[in-house]
């Protein structure tokens, strides 16, 4: 299990990120906290956290600051800001060290579901042998999550996570009771849904958001999940 660790001086913000994610699942302990960089780096030299989410604008050490100190000092830290400011200064810094994700408050689960899944690829590895089957399809399915609107399949899948395709096959369905294709649709469908609601997105472009290669083919797999055609939902359903 890889420790986590939550840096903002805003006491809602740690219980948000801590109830929305379920970290066991995810071969994670749940996060501990700081409320400051200063502390943080204190915390971090005992915890060795392998994923570490940071408020921008703190008391004592800025969130600059901070990134500049510790992705020095915890080069294997994966490193996720949240912060209630959509502000350019932060963000560039957030480019220049390398931090995987940006969030903005109030934390969207979605956001953070997927930010988590571009974390755990990253976090080093336990020797293969000794990786739990649940711990892995959890890892696949954080993977899928966040990577649903790329050209993702089994064999894709397969590759990225070092293990064969029937492995993944076998371990995903034992876990979740549905193979990897069809739950790669279901997470497909379910955000289609959402943005059908939006009258001024074409299908294809739809299609584009979701990973299909055209329209025809997101309207095809649309009508065989939910028994209508996608133009059909939109018009019944669109504001």
């Known amino acids: 299990m890889h420790n986590t660790l939550i840096i903002d001086d805003e006491q809602s913000v740690h219980q948000a990120i801590r109830s929305l994610v379920d970290w066991a699942s995810l071969g994670l302990c749940e996060p501990q906290s700081a409320c400051n960089g200063v502390q943080a780096l204190e915390l971090m030299e005992r915890l060795q956290p392998a994923i570490v989410f940071v408020d921008m604008n703190m008391p004592m050490m800025d969130g600059v600051t901070f990134l500049s100190k510790a992705t020095e000092r915890f080069p294997d830290a994966q490193f996720i800001v949240v912060s209630g400011y959509d502000s350019f200064d932060f963000a560039r810094a957030a480019i220049r060290y390398n931090v995987l994700d940006y969030l903005l408050k109030p934390i969207d689960v979605d956001e953070l579901l997927a ?33 649903y609107s790329e050209d993702i399949n089994l064999d894709k899948i397969a590759d990225k996570f070092y293990f064969s395709r029937e492995y993944v096959s076998r371990i995903f369905r034992a876990q979740y009771g549905c193979a990897v294709y069809e739950y790669i649709q279901q997470v497909r469908m379910e955000h289609a849904l959402k943005l059908l609601q939006n009258k001024k997105l074409s299908l294809q472009t739809i299609a584009d958001c979701l990973g299909y290669s055209s329209a025809d083919y997101f309207s095809k797999a649309f009508r065989r999940f939910y028994g209508i055609s996608p133009r059909d939902y939109k018009n019944r359903n669109a504001p």
């Open 115 to 147: 930010a988590l899944g571009k974390a755990l690829p990253h976090l080093p590895q336990r020797p293969r042998e000794s990786r739990l089957p649940a711990d892995v399809a959890a890892e696949i399915r954080a993977y899928i999550d966040a990577h």
